[in-house]
């Protein structure tokens, strides 16, 4: 299981996510929910400690390293994000294949998601940065072989961003999660 750290920028720092964040991601995520279209974001603190909750379980089954995003300019927590679906390719090959293996200290290879902002803070660098300081831990301290940034197809705000980062666009994966599919689950703001 990778160590906990905390990432720090010059107008933000990743700190492990805890339970003490709890009432500014309430905060964050209550600003605006329109712009959250294809983007999962806890509603209300009930939600919210669900939420921080399910990603220290997952940490502490070496499955991800989850963040509070704080933005220095205002010393709040504006939002989370995480370095997930770790994988461990050190030791021998699992058998059977698809079976996982043992889990080591540091990933090989991992995603950055579950990423949202509130509304104030988006649009303002805190993202770029936040990126930035998840790439170089998993390619510097971590030396990971691969990262992978995901975005609903729909949702050309993050794909641009994802771009802008300088990532390199693999395609689109047909049924990789589950996502709003109806009009319903698409908030009013966002529809075409």
Avoid: C
């Avoid at 709890?22 to 603190?45: K, M, N």
């Avoid at 991800?64 to 390719?89: C, K, Q």
Wanted: charged share 25%.
């Amino acid at each position: 299981m990778p160590a906990l750290v905390t990432l720090s920028g010059r107008f933000v720092r990743l700190e492990p996510l805890s339970l003490a964040a709890v009432d500014d991601l309430v905060a964050a995520a209550s600003e605006d929910r329109t712009i959250y279209a294809f983007t999962r974001v806890p509603q209300g603190r009930d939600e919210v400690v669900s939420y921080v909750e399910a990603a220290m379980a997952e940490q502490a089954e070496g499955r991800s390293l989850p963040f509070a995003i704080r933005w220095l300019n205002t010393d709040r927590v504006v939002g989370a994000t995480r370095l997930m679906h770790l994988e461990y390719w050190q030791g021998p090959m699992p058998w059977p294949p698809g079976t996982r293996g043992a889990v080591g200290d540091i990933p090989s290879v991992a995603d950055i998601g579950y990423t949202w902002l509130g509304a104030s803070a988006q649009g303002t660098g805190v993202n770029r940065e936040s990126k930035y300081l998840l790439l170089s831990h998993a390619f510097e301290d971590w030396n990971v072989h691969r990262i992978t940034l995901k975005a609903d197809v729909r949702n050309s705000r993050s794909r641009a961003a994802i771009e802008a980062l300088g990532a390199h666009f693999d395609g689109v994966r047909r049924a990789d999660s589950r996502a709003p599919t109806t009009r319903s689950e698409i908030p009013r703001s966002t529809r075409s």
